[in-house]
């Protein structure tokens, strides 16, 4: 069983950057794909982006169309961690991100386990 723990969120201007940290517990971290969705107010969780679990040194990685070429996702399995770089966020980037752990699937993640979430609010 893994728990995940969320960091980093807060309150940025339009165009700026933030980057989401999150910590895992447990031994079987690198055999688990990791991502990260995102709920705004009023609307259903959405995946942001994946990270395919330790295959070596080769990792590949996926993300939403609204987010490709601006978020960057990253993992750390020495350090049980997994990142979300975020840069020129839009305040459509507002909403509570959340970390999960599960596998690939149709190039999403299908999460077995999630954190309880930070909120990231951008402002116009």
């Known amino acids: 069983q893994a728990q995940l723990v969320e960091s980093g969120g807060g309150l940025v201007q339009a165009g700026g950057s933030l980057r989401l940290s999150c910590a895992a517990s447990?031994?079987?971290?690198?055999?688990?794909?990791m991502g990260w969705f995102r709920q705004a107010p009023g609307k259903e969780r959405e995946f942001v982006a994946a990270?395919?679990?330790?295959?070596?040194?080769?990792?590949?990685?996926y993300y939403a169309e609204s987010v490709k070429g601006r978020f960057t996702i990253s993992r750390d399995n020495a350090n049980n961690r997994v990142y979300l770089q975020m840069n020129s966020l839009k305040p459509e980037d507002t909403a509570v991100y959340y970390c999960?752990?599960?596998?690939?699937?149709?190039?999403?993640?299908?999460?077995?386990?999630w954190g309880q979430g930070t909120q990231v609010t951008v402002s116009s």
């Open positions: 447990g031994r079987t971290f690198s055999s688990y794909a």
């Open positions: 990270i395919s679990r330790s295959g070596g040194s080769i990792y590949y990685s």
């Open positions: 999960a752990a599960g596998e690939i699937v149709n190039r999403e993640l299908l999460p077995r386990y």
